[in-house]
């Protein structure tokens, strides 16, 4: 199928390119995730999965993916399994109605979770990871101990098709609220969120403001006034071009201010 990832991106920027569609029920996945006997357990893994377009650029276009059919919400005990499509709101209301810890900074964070998990998403020190239980990685439940996972990134290859958390009662309304808050603090619009992840010891803001780079634009795309770390595009632009220049000129000038090596957030594609 093809798509056109300017209009299939949060931030409104990217190519069109070729995009595999790999259907639960095509693929032959029972309750179990077994199947994918004929592709092979590792064939998933191969695909760059691009979810609802949030905080990806698609710039090359190789090899990319979206699943369909993971949509599930299932209690089991002192577990919940969650599929790979469903909503960060959806997951945000079910924890809260359920009286559950661990969700209450996804209210209004964009995206699905597979992508959550895959980029480890949360907010200062609540993270996806904190409370997981296992995944499903190319059809295989995978404990959590086993899983690599840092600031910002699962280093575990392959695809997730669902998660499980653990089932601690508490839902935090004073911490939701507080999430509610910083995120209202944020750029809206198009934009793909934070672009880098913050180094070690410091914020990539502070550090991109330092560089001269906040409220620095090329062709209307560029990092917000409103925070320096927020990539986003406030033209007409569609083209992944200048967002990919205004990246690299970041990345110089902050190694120029402060000597440190700016790492991406953002998945380019």
């Excluded at 990217?14 to 995009?19: D, H, L, N, S, Y």
């Excluded at 990871?129 to 059809?139: D, K, Q, R, T, Y």
Aim: hydrophobic share 40%; proline share 2%.
């Amino acid at each position: 199928m093809l798509v056109d990832f300017s209009k299939h991106s949060s931030l409104g920027l990217g190519i069109k390119a070729e995009v595999r569609i790999f259907d639960r029920e095509e693929l032959g996945l029972d309750i179990d995730y077994k199947g994918l006997k004929e592709l092979g357990l590792n064939y998933l893994g191969k695909f760059n999965f691009v979810g609802r377009g949030n905080n990806i650029l698609v710039s090359k276009g190789e090899k990319l993916g979206i699943l369909r059919g993971f949509n599930h919400i299932l209690d089991l005990g002192n577990v919940v399994e969650i599929g790979a499509n469903v909503k960060s709101k959806e997951i945000f209301n079910y924890f809260k109605e359920h009286n559950l810890i661990g969700a209450e900074f996804l209210a209004h964070l964009p995206g699905e979770l597979g992508g959550l998990v895959k980029m480890n998403a949360g907010m200062k020190d609540y993270e996806i990871s904190n409370l997981l239980h296992s995944c499903n990685i190319n059809g295989k439940w995978v404990a959590r101990e086993e899983l690599s996972f840092e600031y910002r990134a699962l280093n575990t290859k392959g695809t997730i098709l669902a998660a499980r958390f653990l089932k601690v009662v508490g839902f935090n309304k004073t911490l939701a609220a507080l999430c509610l808050k910083m995120r209202s603090n944020q750029p809206g619009g198009k934009t793909c969120g934070s672009c880098f992840k913050n180094p070690k010891g410091d914020f990539a803001g502070r550090l991109l403001e330092l560089a001269g780079m906040k409220g620095f634009f090329i062709k209307g795309v560029g990092f917000s006034e409103k925070h320096a770390n927020f990539l986003v595009n406030t033209g007409k632009e569609t083209s992944p071009e200048p967002a990919l220049e205004v990246i690299e000129l970041a990345k110089q000038k902050v190694y120029e201010a402060s000597g440190i090596k700016l790492e991406c957030e953002l998945a380019i594609l």
